[in-house]
């Protein structure tokens, strides 16, 4: 299956954003320039969940004004919907946010309230309602992490190291 031109950008964005943060947070933390022969091996620092969840935050915020609106997280849903039917399945789901089959199903699983196996569209402004917790029509990068930390926290039960 092949990903959309915009979405193959945006993922090389995102992946391009994620190295240059860790090349400069590697960067930062070697000693200053010193007359001393001692060589340091800069040390890469992971990044946290949210300091994850705060890149996907930005690179869904479409027009960079620094909130999400409903129109935005819809077209992130037509974006995800790969042959246009209108619903978005794992498969798509999947696909479209790089994350392994295994841990796309079960968010999949949290998001599709129904059960019925795909996402429609009309199910989308539910969705934002979730992330918009103060409903004043748009998503903060605050709500965002926090109710991508609620998600992660309530999936990860499922996923923990000691479910097969």
């Not at 309230?113 to 569209?121: A, L, P, R």
Request: aromatic content about 12%.
């Amino acid at each position: 299956m092949s990903l959309t031109g915009s979405t193959s950008n945006r993922m090389w964005t995102t992946l391009c954003f994620v190295a240059g943060l860790l090349l400069c947070v590697g960067a930062a933390k070697l000693p200053s320039t010193t007359t001393t022969t001692t060589t340091t091996k800069p040390t890469l620092t992971p990044l946290s969940l949210e300091d994850l969840f705060r890149i996907m935050f930005h690179r869904d915020d479409l027009n960079n004004d620094g909130v999400q609106t409903l129109s935005e997280f819809e077209q992130l849903w037509r974006q995800a919907d790969l042959n246009g039917d209108g619903s978005i399945t794992l498969t798509e789901y999947s696909t479209t946010l790089h994350f392994t089959r295994f841990v796309s199903r079960e968010v999949y699983k949290y998001l599709d309230h129904d059960h019925n196996g795909v996402i429609s569209m009309q199910e989308v402004p539910r969705l934002f309602t979730e992330f918009d917790t103060n409903y004043d029509g748009w998503i903060t990068e605050q709500e965002f992490v926090d109710e991508t930390f609620r998600m992660y926290n309530f999936v990860k039960k499922d996923i923990g190291p000691d479910k097969k």
